[in-house]
C-alpha cells in the first residue's frame, strides 16, 4: 500500500517530554519525504508555533493547528479556517467574563486579552500558562465589545482559572449558555481551549485529504 499522506502529532510524538527532538525521528520524516509523502504536523499548539518545528523538519506543507481550526502553509493564506462567527465570539467572550479568569482570544494574526485585576499568585500562574504564545499581546478592558465593534472572528479561546472547581463550574455554564462549542481540557493545569465544533483535528484532516484528492 501507498501512503499519500503522514500526520504527525507533536508533543509526546515527534517532541519528547523534554520538549527536543531525536536524530532518529528527523531522519525518518525526510526518508518519508524523500519518498513524495505529503508530511503535515497536526497539533494544539498555534500556527506560529508549529511553523518553528516544520522548519526545523524541512516541511513546507499545510500544517494544522489550533487543534484542527486552521489549515495554512502561510498564516496569512489560510487553506481553512474554522472560525468563530462574530455574534458567537462576543457571546463566548461575555459569558467568560462573568468569571475570574484570564482570556486569550486566538487569531493566526494576532492575540488579545482582558485586563484583570488578580492575587499576585494567580498573575504568577498565568504568566506561566501563557508563555506558551508568540504573538505580543493586545490588553483590552472588555473583550466582547471589543470582538464585536472591530468584527473579529477568531480561532480559538484559551482561558485559565485560579482553581479547578472554578474551572468546571466554567465549563458548565458555557454547554448550558453556549452549547454549539466544543470544550477541550488537556487537563494539565487549570486551562482550557474552546472551538466551534468543526474545528477537530479529524475533520481537518479530512479536509486536507480531500484537497490532496
Request: aromatic share 6%.
Amino acid at each position: 500500500m501507498n501512503y499519500r499522506m503522514l500526520a504527525l502529532s507533536v508533543d509526546g510524538s515527534i517532541l519528547k517530554e523534554n520538549g527536543r527532538m531525536s536524530r532518529t525521528t528527523k531522519e525518518a520524516i525526510e526518508f518519508v519525504q524523500d519518498k513524495g509523502v505529503y508530511v503535515t504536523l497536526c497539533s494544539n499548539r498555534s500556527h506560529q508555533q508549529l511553523e518553528k518545528i516544520a522548519k526545523h523538519l524541512k516541511i513546507n506543507h499545510e500544517l494544522i493547528s489550533y487543534g484542527g481550526g486552521l489549515i495554512a502553509g502561510k498564516a496569512d493564506k489560510p487553506l481553512h479556517a474554522a472560525r468563530f462567527p462574530v455574534e458567537m465570539a462576543r457571546d463566548v467572550a461575555m459569558e467568560l467574563e462573568h468569571f475570574s479568569c484570564q482570556i486569550v482570544v486566538e487569531h493566526e494574526k494576532f492575540e488579545l486579552t482582558n485586563r484583570q485585576q488578580q492575587p499576585q499568585n494567580f498573575l504568577g500562574k498565568m504568566t506561566v500558562s501563557l508563555s506558551e504564545s508568540l504573538f505580543s499581546q493586545s490588553v483590552v478592558d472588555h473583550l466582547s465589545e471589543h470582538i464585536d465593534l472591530h468584527r473579529i472572528e477568531p480561532i480559538r479561546f484559551r482561558v485559565h482559572f485560579e482553581t479547578e472547581e472554578l474551572k468546571a463550574i466554567a465549563v458548565k455554564h458555557l454547554h448550558e449558555r453556549i452549547p454549539d462549542v466544543r470544550i477541550l481540557d488537556l487537563r494539565l493545569d487549570q486551562t482550557i481551549y474552546i472551538s466551534t465544533k468543526q474545528a477537530t483535528k479529524a475533520e481537518s484532516l479530512l479536509f486536507l485529504g480531500h484537497e490532496l484528492g
